[in-house]
């Protein structure tokens, strides 16, 4: 198992497919445009249509309270508030999607994957000062510090993530994952992605 601390001015900044946006792109299989995951921190500063990505799924959660609207072609279910700070909301990445801000630009944390080659799984984990276990499904898991600084313990090794760094964890083998707020209160972003097998 290897551990690599991502800090945010290691992110690289990068359009989106459309040219509509911008986003920080954290991490992300090889394959440039096409890689079939990549995980990083939208900018959403004004109305528009979504990139689309066929076979991909996505999950979307915002780090800025104002949040947004998503409205899909040929959805009959009807539009989706993304507000949430602690909801991750899913959804099929070739769906046409229409954005409305509700507020001012907002910050958006981003996973896809093309599903006929990797699956993702996300949870967002409220901390204190007091260690919490947090099982870990995937090859590589990430690890965002999402509001506050959070410290992780893997394998009896302690480390700090600031606020937005993220924690890389690549190999097919991953001790436990312990995590606490390094102040009063934290709470931090935990993906996995697994390789389909067929």
């Known amino acids: 198992m290897r551990a690599t601390i991502i800090e945010p001015g290691d992110y690289r900044s990068m359009r989106w497919r459309n040219g509509l946006g911008q986003s920080m792109e954290i991490a992300a299989a090889p394959g440039g445009d096409a890689a079939p995951w990549r995980f990083g921190i939208a900018t959403i500063d004004r109305s528009c249509p979504f990139s689309i990505y066929p076979a991909h799924d996505r999950t979307i959660l915002p780090l800025d309270i104002d ?50 080659v990797f699956t993702h799984r996300v949870s967002v984990v409220s901390l204190t000062g007091e260690p919490v276990d947090c099982p870990l499904a995937g090859n590589p898991c990430l690890v965002l510090a999402l509001r506050g600084d959070v410290i992780a313990t893997i394998g009896g090794r302690a480390m700090t993530l600031t606020e937005h760094a993220t924690l890389r964890l690549d190999g097919s083998i991953v001790p436990s994952l312990r995590l606490a707020a390094l102040g009063p209160v934290a709470s931090a972003y935990v993906v996995g992605i697994t390789e389909v097998r067929s």
Request: aromatic content about 8%.
């Open 67 to 116: 949040g947004f609207v998503l409205t899909f072609s040929g959805d009959e279910s009807g539009p989706l508030t993304v507000d949430d700070p602690m909801r991750p909301v899913a959804f099929g990445g070739e769906w046409p999607a229409e954005c409305r801000l509700l507020g001012g630009p907002v910050r958006a944390v981003n996973v896809m994957t093309d599903r006929t």
